[in-house]
């Protein structure tokens, strides 16, 4: 019976080298290639289950290691890696969501300017010069009330002027304690 436990650990120990090599030789052709570097990438392209890479402590930390370098598949361009990728991902959003948002602005004041547009044009909106209108009403109406103030005055100075001459006539006409009139 030892025979046979000897056999069987041998033929797994066998089966386990087969299955590191396998693994070995995926990540270096993912890394040749610039193919996606993952835990489920390079188990499937080696055959193997995710939780080999997981039982075995130093491939999962090879192919982890290896999917945080840049890829150099492609010389032509910069290198990327998966943070620099999810970084210009995150990028994307925040100025997708900058755009919309000021998309939606300019499509408000669009529609505002259209708005007037078309309400001038209709001939139910009031004509462009209107505000010219309310500053000459405004200013003739300041005129005006300057013209009372004046014309308040002057009738205050000639009813004084009036009551002066009234006094004085009946002072001229009143007879003189020496008997001559003025």
Known sequence: MNNNTNGIAAARQAHSTRCRQRVLAA????????????????????????????????????VLLKAAEPTTASTRGPCVSRPSLVADLANAHDRITRLTRENAQLRQRLSEHLGEQVWRESGLGAPDDVDRLHRRVTELEQ????????????????????????????????????????
């Not at 489920?40 to 039982?55: C, K, N, Q």
């Open 27 to 62: 990540l270096e052709q993912a890394v040749h290639l610039g193919t996606e570097i993952s835990i489920s990438a390079i188990a499937r392209r080696a055959g193997v289950d995710r939780s080999f890479l997981y039982r075995h402590r130093d491939l999962h930390a090879a």
């Open 143 to 182: 005129h005006t009330a300057e013209q009372h103030r004046q014309l308040s005055e002057r009738d205050d100075e000639l009813d004084a002027a009036r009551a002066a001459n009234r006094e004085l006539m009946t002072r001229f006409n009143r007879p003189h304690p020496d008997g001559c009139n003025h």
